[in-house]
């Protein structure tokens, strides 16, 4: 189910404490997405994401997105580590409780090859006022790992397998996923405006059959070499609808 948040001007899927499913603006308002030319560590990039949202007139709450990239896959220990750090500037700027709902939607995943030393922005998104009656969204990465409350072992699609029977299966399920979320709300892929995918192995010979035929790919495919953040998944997505996006 869809909740509001009012602070923000953007309603969201709740999903997790470290991350919600999806982000879209509330009517009046759009998403702009930013993108940092090099990558930002965290601490400074959140500097600059509070100076450029606040330049622009709107509140740190309005913060609904982002983008991140880490040195190398995390243990699952270590990413719920990782997550309450993140977690902690959001609870400084308003937007993340502690209640366990955070609003804001995000794709975290590591370069195979020239990775950061530290986790860093890529880019991030926000909610600013918009007489484009247009609506704009960002959808969350999702990967092979069925929801619930087991271990990602016990909930990876195909878990350490990478036969081509267990690959299509793993695009499969994340295809699905993103399907779920476009429809929570409202949407579906012919609505999008950028679909993204990481995974450093060939995803070529299920492209048509689970992406292209399901029109995954009306704005074309933005592939990332790069992995999930945690070990043994292997393939994620992530998809907007966004019409304004700038680089810094």
Sequence with gaps: MVSDFRAGNYRFIPAVFQYSSGAQASPGYEIERVRFDRLVPLAEGFARIAAYIQAAGRPLTSFCACELRSPAAFTEDGFRAFNQHYVKTLAEWGIYDGGGTNPVARSNVCPEIDPPSEPSFYAFSFTRPSANASPSFVIAGGAEARGGA?????????????????????????????????????????????????????????????????????????????????????????CRRVLREVVI
């Design 150 to 238: 087991g271990s990602y072992p016990e909930r990876i699609v195909g878990y350490r397998d990478l036969s081509p029977e267990a690959w299509r299966e793993k695009v499969r399920f994340t295809t699905g996923e993103m399907e779920r979320r476009l429809a929570e709300f409202g949407f579906g892929w012919k609505d999008t405006t950028s679909a993204q995918a990481y995974t450093v192995h060939d995803v070529h010979p299920v492209i048509v059959d689970e992406l292209v035929r399901h029109g995954a790919t009306r704005s074309g495919l933005t592939w990332h070499f790069c992995r999930p953040p945690v070990v043994d998944l292997e393939y994620e997505m992530d």
